[in-house]
Nanobody, 118 residues
Framework: QVALVESGGGLVQPGGSLRLSCLAS????????MGWYRQVPGKQRELVAQ???????NYADSVKGRFTISRDHARNTVYLQMNSLKPEDMGVYYC????????????WGQGTQVTVSS
């Protein structure tokens, strides 16, 4: 069983910054990809940013240039640096880890709330 524990959410004013952290219970390079998803009430969970084991990144168009996903292998942690936050960035942010292909698997954290409001 894999545990993903998010932290770093909270209340921030528009234009502010937050850094989310996702601590994995095992080596993050054991996953093909790790990422961050956002969910708001009444909508499906959507991809915000993804980082593959090979180092490739993928961002939602709405966050390109403002958010950065990164990792610290030694700490088994993936980060999401969020700058220039907007009210539309609000939601519950979930950490995700997955493997593709024949060993397909997927894991989710419990989520952390991000609120952008003045």
């Amino acid at each position: 069983q894999v545990a993903l524990v998010e932290s770093g959410g909270g209340l921030v004013q528009p234009g502010g910054s937050l850094r989310l952290s996702c601590l994995a219970s095992r080596n993050i390079f054991s996953f093909n990809a790790m990422g961050w998803y956002r969910q708001v009430p009444g909508k499906q969970r959507e991809l915000v940013a993804q980082l593959t084991s090979g180092g490739s990144t993928n961002y939602a168009d709405s966050v390109k240039g403002r958010f950065t996903i990164s990792r610290d292998h030694a700490r088994n942690t993936v980060y999401l640096q969020m700058n220039s936050l907007k009210p539309e960035d609000m939601g519950v942010y979930y950490c995700n880890a997955r493997n593709f292909g024949s060993s397909r698997s997927e894991y989710w954290g419990q989520g952390t709330q991000v609120t952008v409001s003045s």
